[in-house]
């Protein structure tokens, strides 16, 4: 999926579906020095639906902190 997403520049996989509120509060708790898994544990005792459902995750949090805002 890489190849086509880089010849393409079309996004690949599932679509992006987190509520805007619910990026920003990730990228503020970051932002106050949170780590990741800190972060996932915060969201997930917090009962902040991911996007799909489910707990949060710390690769989650590193994805949605690399992608552009």
Do not use: C, N, Y
């Not at 970051?30 to 710390?58: C, E, Y």
């Amino acid at each position: 999926m890489a190849k086509i997403k880089a010849e393409t520049g079309k996004h690949m996989g599932r679509p992006v579906t987190l509520a805007p509120a619910t990026d920003a509060r990730i990228r503020e708790l970051h932002g106050a020095g949170l780590s990741f898994k800190a972060i996932a544990d915060r969201l997930t005792a917090d009962t902040i639906p991911t996007a799909q459902g489910g707990r949060w995750w710390p690769a989650t949090i590193r994805g949605v902190l690399e992608r552009t805002a």
